[in-house]
């Protein structure tokens, strides 16, 4: 599973992905992941969700990024949440590679039964059409 938490800059996403992360640990069997680009919201999660600032690894790019994301899946075979606040910043993407990006996250959902939560620094209206049926949550 996929789903999109949208709405543009100091809207709320990183609220509602933090109450995710919290529902997400209550019903999950295996690891919860939140990734960040910094470690601000450490003491606003349960010490049960592992905490990653992609700043302190040498993430470099959409491929790297990619890399980054498969070596937490193969290392965690109990892996069960993603959660990814600020995707485009923490990915390094364009608006323009969202819908590719997105689309190699649903392949490692559906291949190795990860659920990624993400959010994106964008309106609803600009939400590229094939992903808006992701979207759970547009403020």
Same mark, same amino acid.
């Given at each position: 599973?996929?789903?999109?938490?949208?709405?543009?800059?100091?809207?709320?996403?990183?609220? *509602? $992905?933090?109450?995710?992360?919290?529902? +997400?640990?209550?019903?999950?069997?295996?690891? @919860?992941?939140? %990734?960040?680009?910094?470690?601000?919201?450490?003491?606003?999660?349960?010490?049960?969700?592992?905490?990653?600032?992609?700043?302190?690894?040498?993430?470099?790019?959409?491929?790297?990024?990619?890399?980054?994301?498969?070596?937490?899946?193969?290392?965690?075979?109990?892996?069960?949440?993603? *959660? $990814?606040?600020?995707?485009?910043?923490? +990915?390094?993407?364009?608006?323009?590679?969202? @819908?590719?990006? %997105?689309?190699?996250?649903?392949?490692?959902?559906?291949?190795?039964?990860?659920?990624?939560?993400?959010?994106?620094?964008?309106?609803?209206?600009?939400?590229?059409?094939?992903?808006?049926?992701?979207?759970?949550?547009?403020?």
């Amino acid at each position: 599973m996929v789903e999109l938490i949208v709405g543009g800059k100091g809207k709320g996403k990183t609220k *509602i $992905l933090l109450e995710k992360a919290a529902e +997400a640990i209550k019903k999950a069997n295996g690891s @919860v992941v939140y %990734v960040d680009k910094n470690n601000q919201h450490m003491y606003e999660l349960s010490n049960q969700i592992r905490l990653v600032d992609i700043t302190q690894y040498p993430v470099k790019g959409t491929e790297g990024f990619f890399g980054f994301l498969s070596g937490m899946i193969a290392s965690d075979h109990d892996l069960e949440y993603v *959660i $990814l606040d600020s995707f485009l910043t923490i +990915a390094g993407l364009e608006l323009k590679e969202l @819908v590719s990006a %997105v689309e190699l996250i649903k392949s490692l959902s559906e291949r190795y039964s990860v659920n990624f939560i993400i959010s994106v620094s964008l309106d609803e209206a600009e939400i590229p059409a094939g992903l808006k049926e992701l979207i759970s949550v547009a403020l």
